[in-house]
């Protein structure tokens, strides 16, 4: 490792004592500290200096070498920040007797320590770490004294060893702590041996950073051990694009690009070297199909748990007077008349053990989840108070959504409790508290906005529901599919194994609504130029890409003008990048609706600042915060280090009453929300949504795409772009349909409970009689 030994003297450094720790966060191994300078290569002249990056445990009075580069903070000044360290050894042979036989080498005294580094000279340390068989020159050392030394060397450099050597291909601080936790000492020979099994046991270690040192280390470009990695890499990668599984031929073409190595590698090699993972059972190949095993066992999974479901029968069934009796009750208490898909789909939820209920927006799924509850709770004689069950856990009914916005949606519009599928499962950050041992309490589940629930959180989700437990799914299929890899939603209706009701019948038009109609046009594709005239609930603002920030910003000072509230005033836009893209427009928002003021604090995270007063949405779930992936909130208070106990700068974030602390390294969790991306605004309404559409943002102009983002608006919507870029958009259908076999598992595994069914399966409903 002389490479690295070099590598490591061109750098900047500073050698010095440390004096105190300032802060130390053990969870992350992130420290602040303060250290006294004995030397330097940096330009810097005073005696101290504070010190601060992802180590951890470092002992005050002794001295280590730090490698960083100087950072200047606002209030504190110049701060080292640090990328590798390592323990200063001493280079003298008596500065190094006295290192080896001090506190930190346990049974090892003057006498031993003399004849090590006798022998071994200066460099006794680094010649242990990297070969402990050197002891063995020394004559006389006996074997235990040999092991203790080597144990302790580990122990007091093993993990500086890695950071040093990781440090070197640019691999940080984190990363090393990382794979220091899962390799300990091992980490730099399983490196320099197969860097490629950092890929399979490292999360978010890339097959890049793998190849670059593979490279340097010489391993060749036909190693099975980079073919393995290449063939793991196009597996995750393709989860991206949302796929379970690739095609076997997919994956080895893909691999081959990636390998880079088309004339030394055959596709048959590549095949051969799939079949080996699958054997070792880090892939699985079926029937010419290639998963990652976390995909093909979620598959697995969901499909037999929703088999057990469906087998386990409902008691009895209630008689069709009895519930025509009970729902025209309820429609008398509701003042409504419900309509014949309406009527079916309450009836048919009330029968099957797990149903789908879909339609677009305004055809009453609300209504009917309603309807659902009532019904059920008459024909079983049931409260609908949870307030009359002596505990939570009696309460029949479980109501639930992928996000908090949803759920929350969910629960205003049922008048019911109603929570995030992660808290009702009780997702910690690492696992599930409810699982096939721990299963829910409950006889209904209603899962609305289920289009965004992917496989491996449906796989969860139905783990936990017992044998006799009514599931009801409720989503828009025309919706965009699950951010996470899967299309639930739409493989459990084109198996056509699972009753499901689709509502048609817009009632919220009756009410005079452009933007339902329009949703609906673009749905059934019907939409032309007369679908987009102005009207009271909706205008289109024609402008170019240029103009677009303007059109904007008008439409909000309009707004402002006219008294209503910016904060019911979304903007929803495709991608992040672009003159019109959601980075521009928020930078632009913010100057208008949160401009810079001496009173308002302000913190940067590299080129954007976030200040008191601004909009921002949260990118990650944060169970333990109770925050989840597209919650939005507003920055309430920025506390400088010296205003709080953990003398840390902090960012307090106020969701929904709820206020969350965030420390720096926690910063990358959220972004401004003035405009967000349609993705994230999925399982979302708002009053007013503007959403820019230019044909710069090309391939993301999709039909599902825009249609998620007009449903978003509850009461005004406002276009502005170009109409050619409009009409494209919703033309083009998503092509790219998901790898997932689902629908053939639900085929196979659904076929013999079905064919039992099919019997007295008879769909009658009073319309029939009319
Ligand atoms: N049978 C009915 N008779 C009269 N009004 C109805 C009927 N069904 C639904 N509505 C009304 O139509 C409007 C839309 O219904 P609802 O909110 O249930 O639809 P939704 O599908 O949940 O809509 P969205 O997805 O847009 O929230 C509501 O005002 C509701 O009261």
Request: glycine content about 6%; proline content about 3%.
């Given at each position: 490792m002389e490479f690295v030994r070099e590598a490591m003297e061109e750098r900047k450094f500073i050698k010095g004592k440390l004096l105190?720790?300032?802060?130390?966060n053990d969870a992350e191994h992130f420290s602040i500290a303060k250290i006294s300078v004995e030397?330097?290569?940096?330009?810097f002249k005073e005696k101290q200096v504070v010190v601060k990056g992802h180590f951890a445990n470092l002992q005050e009075h002794t001295t280590y070498y730090f490698y960083g580069d100087f950072e200047k903070h606002a209030k504190f000044g110049l701060q080292y920040k640090v990328h590798a360290f390592k323990t200063y050894i001493p280079d003298t042979k008596d500065g190094l007797i006295a290192y080896l036989s001090?506190?930190?080498?346990?049974?090892?005294?003057e006498k031993t320590a003399s004849r090590v580094v006798g022998y071994l000279g200066e460099s006794a340390i680094s010649k242990i770490l990297n070969?402990?068989?050197?002891?063995?020159?020394?004559?006389?050392?006996k074997k235990e004294t040999k092991e203790r030394l080597v144990k302790s060397v580990h122990e007091n450099q093993g993990f500086e060893h890695v950071v040093i050597n990781l440090s070197t291909y640019n691999i940080g601080l984190k990363m090393a702590q990382k794979v220091y936790e899962v390799y300990k000492e091992e980490a730099i020979d399983i490196l320099t041996d197969d860097p490629y099994r950092y890929v399979f046991d490292?999360?978010?270690?890339g097959f890049k950073t793998a190849d670059e040192i593979a490279k340097q280390n010489g391993l060749?470009?036909?190693?099975p051990n980079r073919i393995g990695a290449g063939c793991i890499y196009v597996l995750q990668t393709s989860i991206q694009d949302g796929h379970v599984y690739l095609p076997l031929d997919q994956c080895v073409y893909q691999v081959i690009d990636l390998l880079n190595a088309r004339n030394e590698l055959s596709e048959s090699v590549i095949a051969e070297r799939l079949e080996e993972l699958n054997t070792e059972k880090k892939v699985i190949v079926k029937e010419g199909n290639v998963y990652l095993p976390s995909l093909y066992y979620a598959e697995d999974g969901f499909s037999s748990h929703l088999k057990r479901v469906i087998d386990h029968k409902l008691e009895e069934e209630t008689p069709l007077a009895e519930v025509m009796k009970i729902i025209g009750d309820i429609e008398e208490q509701e003042v409504l008349s419900y309509g014949k898909e309406q009527f079916n789909a309450i009836n048919q939820a009330i029968h099957s053990k797990v149903m789908i209920l879909t339609g677009g927006p305004g055809t009453g799924k609300t209504t009917v989840i309603k309807g659902i509850i009532n019904a059920y709770a008459r024909v079983h004689g049931l409260?609908?108070?949870?307030?009359?069950?002596?505990?939570?856990?009696?309460?029949p009914f479980i109501l639930t959504a992928p996000t908090g916005r949803a759920a929350k949606r969910l629960s205003e519009s049922t008048a019911l409790p109603a929570v995030t599928i992660h808290r009702l499962l009780g997702w910690n950050g690492n696992e599930f508290d409810k699982d096939e041992n721990e299963k829910l309490d409950g006889k209904f589940i209603i899962v609305d906005?289920?289009?965004?629930?992917?496989i491996w959180l449906a796989n969860h989700l139905f783990k936990a529901i017992p044998d006799d437990m009514q599931v009801l799914f409720v989503g828009?299929?025309?919706?965009?599919?699950?951010?996470?890899?899967?299309q639930v939603l739409s493989d459990l209706l084109s198996s056509g194994f699972i009753p499901s009701t689709t509502l048609?019948?817009?009632?919220?038009?009756?009410?005079?609504?452009k933007i339902i109609q329009l949703a609906h046009e673009i749905k059934n594709d019907?939409?032309?130029?007369?679908?987009i005239t102005n009207d009271k609930d909706f205008s289109f603002i024609s402008c170019h890409e240029y103009q677009m920030i303007d059109c904007i910003i008008q439409i909000f000072d309009r707004a402002k003008k006219k008294g209503l509230?910016?904060?019911d005033i979304q903007v929803l836009a495709p991608?992040?990048?672009?003159?019109?893209?959601i980075t521009m427009i928020n930078r632009e928002l913010q100057q208008l609706i949160n401009p810079k003021t001496k009173q308002k604090r302000e913190v940067r995270v590299n080129d954007v600042v976030y200040r008191v007063g601004d909009k921002v949405i949260q990118l990650v779930n944060q169970p333990e915060d109770g925050v989840y992936n597209g919650d939005i909130g507003e920055i309430v208070a920025i506390f400088r280090e010296?205003?709080?106990?953990?003398?840390v700068e902090q960012v307090v974030i106020s969701f929904d009453e709820k206020d969350v602390v965030y420390v720096r390294k926690d910063y990358i969790n959220f972004t401004h929300a003035y405009c967000i991306s349609i993705h994230k605004s999925q399982g979302s309404e708002f009053p007013i949504v503007i959403m820019p559409v230019v044909s710069t943002y090309n391939r993301m102009l999709r039909k599902n795409l825009l249609y998620t983002a007009i449903t978003r608006s509850k009461e005004s919507l406002i276009i502005c772009g170009e109409k050619p870029a409009f009409f494209k958009g919703i033309g083009?259908?998503?092509?790219?349909?998901r790898h997932t076999t689902l629908e053939e598992r639900l085929k196979e595994i659904l076929v013999d409970v079905l064919k039992t069914e099919e019997v007295d399966e008879e769909e009658i409903s009073p319309y029939d009689f009319m």
């Amino acid at each position: 490792m002389e490479f690295v030994r070099e590598a490591m003297e061109e750098r900047k450094f500073i050698k010095g004592k440390l004096l105190y720790t300032i802060f130390q966060n053990d969870a992350e191994h992130f420290s602040i500290a303060k250290i006294s300078v004995e030397e330097t290569n940096e330009d810097f002249k005073e005696k101290q200096v504070v010190v601060k990056g992802h180590f951890a445990n470092l002992q005050e009075h002794t001295t280590y070498y730090f490698y960083g580069d100087f950072e200047k903070h606002a209030k504190f000044g110049l701060q080292y920040k640090v990328h590798a360290f390592k323990t200063y050894i001493p280079d003298t042979k008596d500065g190094l007797i006295a290192y080896l036989s001090s506190d930190l080498f346990y049974g090892i005294g003057e006498k031993t320590a003399s004849r090590v580094v006798g022998y071994l000279g200066e460099s006794a340390i680094s010649k242990i770490l990297n070969d402990p068989d050197c002891l063995n020159e020394i004559p006389g050392l006996k074997k235990e004294t040999k092991e203790r030394l080597v144990k302790s060397v580990h122990e007091n450099q093993g993990f500086e060893h890695v950071v040093i050597n990781l440090s070197t291909y640019n691999i940080g601080l984190k990363m090393a702590q990382k794979v220091y936790e899962v390799y300990k000492e091992e980490a730099i020979d399983i490196l320099t041996d197969d860097p490629y099994r950092y890929v399979f046991d490292i999360e978010g270690f890339g097959f890049k950073t793998a190849d670059e040192i593979a490279k340097q280390n010489g391993l060749s470009l036909t190693h099975p051990n980079r073919i393995g990695a290449g063939c793991i890499y196009v597996l995750q990668t393709s989860i991206q694009d949302g796929h379970v599984y690739l095609p076997l031929d997919q994956c080895v073409y893909q691999v081959i690009d990636l390998l880079n190595a088309r004339n030394e590698l055959s596709e048959s090699v590549i095949a051969e070297r799939l079949e080996e993972l699958n054997t070792e059972k880090k892939v699985i190949v079926k029937e010419g199909n290639v998963y990652l095993p976390s995909l093909y066992y979620a598959e697995d999974g969901f499909s037999s748990h929703l088999k057990r479901v469906i087998d386990h029968k409902l008691e009895e069934e209630t008689p069709l007077a009895e519930v025509m009796k009970i729902i025209g009750d309820i429609e008398e208490q509701e003042v409504l008349s419900y309509g014949k898909e309406q009527f079916n789909a309450i009836n048919q939820a009330i029968h099957s053990k797990v149903m789908i209920l879909t339609g677009g927006p305004g055809t009453g799924k609300t209504t009917v989840i309603k309807g659902i509850i009532n019904a059920y709770a008459r024909v079983h004689g049931l409260s609908l108070n949870p307030k009359d069950y002596d505990k939570k856990a009696d309460f029949p009914f479980i109501l639930t959504a992928p996000t908090g916005r949803a759920a929350k949606r969910l629960s205003e519009s049922t008048a019911l409790p109603a929570v995030t599928i992660h808290r009702l499962l009780g997702w910690n950050g690492n696992e599930f508290d409810k699982d096939e041992n721990e299963k829910l309490d409950g006889k209904f589940i209603i899962v609305d906005e289920f289009s965004m629930v992917d496989i491996w959180l449906a796989n969860h989700l139905f783990k936990a529901i017992p044998d006799d437990m009514q599931v009801l799914f409720v989503g828009d299929e025309d919706q965009l599919p699950s951010v996470g890899p899967g299309q639930v939603l739409s493989d459990l209706l084109s198996s056509g194994f699972i009753p499901s009701t689709t509502l048609n019948e817009v009632y919220r038009q009756k009410e005079g609504s452009k933007i339902i109609q329009l949703a609906h046009e673009i749905k059934n594709d019907t939409c032309t130029m007369d679908s987009i005239t102005n009207d009271k609930d909706f205008s289109f603002i024609s402008c170019h890409e240029y103009q677009m920030i303007d059109c904007i910003i008008q439409i909000f000072d309009r707004a402002k003008k006219k008294g209503l509230n910016v904060k019911d005033i979304q903007v929803l836009a495709p991608m992040y990048r672009s003159q019109a893209g959601i980075t521009m427009i928020n930078r632009e928002l913010q100057q208008l609706i949160n401009p810079k003021t001496k009173q308002k604090r302000e913190v940067r995270v590299n080129d954007v600042v976030y200040r008191v007063g601004d909009k921002v949405i949260q990118l990650v779930n944060q169970p333990e915060d109770g925050v989840y992936n597209g919650d939005i909130g507003e920055i309430v208070a920025i506390f400088r280090e010296d205003e709080n106990q953990e003398n840390v700068e902090q960012v307090v974030i106020s969701f929904d009453e709820k206020d969350v602390v965030y420390v720096r390294k926690d910063y990358i969790n959220f972004t401004h929300a003035y405009c967000i991306s349609i993705h994230k605004s999925q399982g979302s309404e708002f009053p007013i949504v503007i959403m820019p559409v230019v044909s710069t943002y090309n391939r993301m102009l999709r039909k599902n795409l825009l249609y998620t983002a007009i449903t978003r608006s509850k009461e005004s919507l406002i276009i502005c772009g170009e109409k050619p870029a409009f009409f494209k958009g919703i033309g083009t259908m998503d092509t790219n349909r998901r790898h997932t076999t689902l629908e053939e598992r639900l085929k196979e595994i659904l076929v013999d409970v079905l064919k039992t069914e099919e019997v007295d399966e008879e769909e009658i409903s009073p319309y029939d009689f009319m």
